[in-house]
Nanobody
Framework: QVNLVDSGGGLVEAGGSLRLSCAVSGLSFRDYGMGWFRQAPGKERESVARISYDGQYTYYKDSVKGRFTISRDGAKNMAFLQMNNLNTEDTAVYYC????????????????WGQGTKVTVSS
């Protein structure tokens, strides 16, 4: 059984930081590109960041470039999203995503999802 468990969300003031974690089990982690999506109330789920299976390629949504960093740890089967200088527009539920032999660019490409972790940024 494949499981992606998201954690690390919470309430933070604008300008603060959070680190999201995704613990992966039940699949061959090295074969999967990983990503983080987010969904704000009333909006579609969108890709925020993604990383290739080998960690060599990363992509960020324009609005988070320079503030967010995606990473992965093959020894622990985990993916991370370090979020700095958060602002109120970052408020959303964040979802870890996995795609076999590729990076998850859009929702339909995702093979497996985490359950989501809520991030709330107060002004």
């Amino acid at each position: 059984q494949v499981n992606l468990v998201d954690s690390g969300g919470g309430l933070v003031e604008a300008g603060g930081s959070l680190r999201l974690s995704c613990a992966v089990s039940g699949l061959s982690f090295r074969d999967y590109g990983m990503g983080w999506f987010r969904q704000a109330p009333g909006k579609e789920r969108e890709s925020v960041a993604r990383i290739s299976y080998d960690g060599q390629y990363t992509y960020y949504k324009d609005s988070v470039k320079g503030r967010f960093t995606i990473s992965r740890d093959g020894a622990k089967n985990m993916a991370f999203l370090q979020m700095n200088n958060l602002n109120t527009e970052d408020t959303a539920v964040y979802y870890c995503a996995a795609r076999r032999l590729g990076t998850p660019t859009v929702v339909r490409e995702v093979d497996f999802w985490g359950q989501g972790t809520k991030v709330t940024v107060s002004s």
